[in-house]
């Protein structure tokens, strides 16, 4: 079955760890997306990639990074985490379309640095 | 002015009547629009998906479009308590080629 999956689904941690926050996808997309969300908040793109070795910074600036390597893979990676960076994490996906195509959400992570 | 604005409510209808969310948006070159559904502490899910205008019906859901005016419409037909959540609105500019700039949703409450 098509499905994007995000993995932990939930992480505490303590602060100065280097983190990696897992995301692939099975339904062939070639966009992915990172967002971070507070709760009760906006969703805000912090990362995107439209497709191998594409990757490009969003609307809110992010001490994150990622990389896209594979297709379905779409890593997002802290090097030394802080309780700033408590937050959830969502990952998405599209596929190319003229219009811009609909995009699919992980279940998310939700990080919390202690 | 945000580029996509909802009022965030909470808005409460009782349960059976019709949910009525609304989104305006300021770039009038926009050309896809989506509708997605949030229950707390889980990820968006995707409900509805327009790009003319007019309307689009799926199930219990209509959406509606109206690019002179610069707004877009969901209405929730029936509603049920299990459709109590957080509606975004989301639109693509031509621009912005794939990337969804997200309002800040709409808390509909549905009482039984």
Same mark, same amino acid.
């Given at each position: 079955e098509a499905d994007i999956y995000q993995t932990p689904r939930y992480l505490?941690?303590?602060t100065g760890k280097k983190i990696t926050l897992e995301c692939s996808q099975t339904m062939g997309h070639d966009k992915m997306y990172w967002y971070q969300q507070d709760p009760g908040m906006e969703l805000h793109l912090i990362h995107y990639s439209y497709g191998v070795n594409s990757t490009e910074?969003?609307?809110?600036?992010?001490e994150s990074t990622v990389s896209r390597i594979r297709t379905e893979h779409f890593p997002l990676t802290l090097e030394s985490a802080r309780p700033s960076h408590t937050s959830q994490y969502l990952c998405a996906s599209s596929e190319w379309a003229d219009r811009g195509g609909e995009q699919f959400f992980g279940p998310g992570t939700r990080l919390t640095v202690l | 002015q945000k580029e996509v604005e909802q009022n965030s409510g909470p808005l409460s209808v009782p349960?059976?009547?019709?949910?009525? =969310? /609304?989104?305006t948006y300021s770039d009038r070159v926009s050309q896809s629009f989506f509708w997605y559904r949030q229950y707390s502490?889980?990820?968006p899910e995707l409900i509805m998906s327009i790009y003319?205008?007019?309307?689009?019906?799926d199930g219990r859901f209509t959406a509606? =479009? /109206?690019k002179a005016s610069q707004y877009v419409s969901l209405l929730i037909r029936d509603s049920q308590p299990s459709d109590s959540a957080t509606y975004l609105c989301a639109v693509i500019k031509?621009?912005?080629t794939g990337k969804l700039i997200f309002g800040q949703?709409?808390?509909l409450q549905v009482k039984p």
């Open positions: 505490v941690i303590g910074k969003g609307d809110l600036s992010s | 349960e059976g009547a019709i949910a009525s =969310l /609304n989104c502490g889980k990820s003319s205008n007019g309307d689009k019906e509606q =479009l /109206n031509t621009s912005n949703g709409t808390t």
